[in-house]
């Protein structure tokens, strides 16, 4: 039989925890009603005073990133990392927020991944491979990789902080987006994609998860863990990525190209419009999904509120024989995009139809990250494998 303090101890307990969860839950939905509505006000002066806010708390700190400020990279160490917030994580690692103690306008996104979980799943090749593809990268439409280190447990990746939160979720805080927000991030997806090809790189695992808000509200890409590169003609055999988005090529293993991308890249506009993913089965059920992605875009049933155009690029990108899909560079030309005006979304001129709220620079409200323990998340214990030194 319980102590009365025991029994008292667990019963207020469980009260934190309800309340906890309500408040939780309160808090999202919020957050949610805040979010749709700052998306549906779509007046200039809200988003110039937005935008200066951060500005000035910046102060131009993220521009000399991306200059390439070598020096300044160099002298960067991981103990002047202070970490502040979780962003996220996936299944191979965690990403924080974190902030350079000497210059604390210096921010960044520090995703640490355990080595003895690599280790565990087998997964070194895979690391390396996305430290290597994302290092080569230059682009506004991809995260930046600024300086990789790592220590006898973690390897870490220091990265450009995209501070507005993934694509999904901001999906799911409007239910589906317009078609003027939905042909602005199809387009910087697309510039990415451009890139990307262009270099006979394939993501491989294209999803609205994978694509971040900036500060500024422009798309860019992250998650190069299944990226490859490819020859032209030639096929990577990467497996994996995520059900929802895979082309049938990719889930028949039968060997993939970029045209994969461009798959994927139909599913997210579909996903976008509708809000909901196209091939995805009510109940989770990957199999299930897999059948629907295998049947194609012919079965899917488009809701009457996706303009005809959009339809048509979709269709244009899904198709199941990966030759006939749309090619990234063909995207601009195509009938949705007549009054869009690419040469402003290159040069980042053009108004983002969603200005991510900040005010500080250690803002972290767009990520829903649970707030996760290093300690209990991954064991600290040695790895003595030494697979890692070309990380
Ligand atoms: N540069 C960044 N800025 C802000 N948040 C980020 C950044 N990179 C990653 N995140 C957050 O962390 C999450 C996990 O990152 P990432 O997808 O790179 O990890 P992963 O372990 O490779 O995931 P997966 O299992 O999906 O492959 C992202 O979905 C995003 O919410």
Redo the contacts with the bound molecule.
Sequence with gaps: MKSKSMRFRWMSNLKKWVVNNMCCVIRKKNKRRERSKDLESDTPDKCEIETSVFTNLNAGAKLSRLDDSETEMANLKLENLQRVTP???????R?ILVQDKISSSETY?L?ILSKQRIVAIGYQERILNEKNILAELKSDFI?RLYKTVKDDENLYLV????YG??LSKLIYDVDNLNHTAAKFYTACIAEALVYLHSKGIVHS?LTT??A?LDSKGYVKL??F?MASKVTSGQETTSLGGTPDYMAPEVILNKGHTTAADLWSLGVIVYNMLAGWAPFADEDDNDIQTYHNVLNGIDDVVFPDYIENMAEDLIRKLCRNDPAERLAAHDIPTHGWFNDFHWDDLKNRTMKPPFIPKITSAIDARN?D?EDFSEESTYPNTDDVSRWDPDF
């Design positions: 962003l996220g994580s996936g299944g191979f690692g990403v996104a995703k995260v990265m450009e902080l995209c939160g993934e695992d998860s994978n971040l992250i998650d863990g990520f990250a």
